[in-house]
């Protein structure tokens, strides 16, 4: 028998990249940011979406809501602290709350106008 009777010439396909986070795509919504512990509650954490913007805001989630973590590059300022960015998937219908930080006064100094925010969100006891 013929060698050319075993060799059959097939179709070519593309080669499909194969997503991780399709699942999740559908059943998840993915937030990126800064983690920090919850300050009182180990059953939640504390994301910062932009920690070096101006106006930046915090989110609280149920530890159980997370279905995934991807760790991002770390981000860093002139000064080179840097901080840890993740990116979490929570999961669709889960319950969060949204902060936005501010100092009270005549008037109100948010977080690129408040020394005392800045000082306390930098505080290394709150490192997730």
Same mark, same amino acid.
């Given at each position: 028998?013929?060698? $050319?009777?075993?060799?059959?010439?097939?179709?070519?396909?593309?080669?499909?990249?194969?997503?991780?986070?399709?699942?999740?795509?559908?059943?998840?919504?993915?937030?990126?940011?800064?983690?920090?512990?919850?300050?009182?509650?180990?059953?939640?954490?504390?994301?910062?979406?932009?920690?070096?913007?101006?106006?930046?805001?915090?989110?609280?989630?149920?530890?159980?809501?997370?279905?995934?973590?991807?760790?991002?590059?770390?981000?860093?300022?002139?000064?080179?602290?840097?901080?840890?960015?993740?990116?979490?998937?929570?999961?669709?219908?889960?319950?969060?709350?949204?902060?936005?930080?501010?100092?009270?006064?005549?008037?109100?100094?948010?977080?690129?106008?408040?020394?005392?925010?800045?000082? $306390?969100?930098?505080?290394? $006891?709150? $490192?997730?």
């Amino acid at each position: 028998m013929k060698v $050319n009777n075993y060799l059959d010439t097939l179709p070519l396909f593309e080669i499909e990249l194969y997503d991780v986070h399709k699942g999740l795509k559908k059943d998840c919504v993915a937030f990126t940011g800064t983690p920090r512990k919850h300050p009182y509650d180990n059953e939640k954490m504390i994301l910062i979406l932009d920690p070096f913007s101006s106006d930046t805001i915090f989110f609280e989630f149920k530890i159980e809501d997370i279905a995934d973590v991807e760790y991002m590059p770390s981000i860093a300022t002139e000064s080179g602290k840097s901080l840890k960015m993740v990116k979490i998937w929570v999961k669709k219908g889960s319950l969060g709350i949204k902060y936005e930080p501010f100092e009270v006064g005549q008037p109100l100094k948010f977080l690129k106008d408040s020394e005392i925010l800045q000082q $306390n969100i930098g505080d290394e $006891n709150y $490192n997730f």
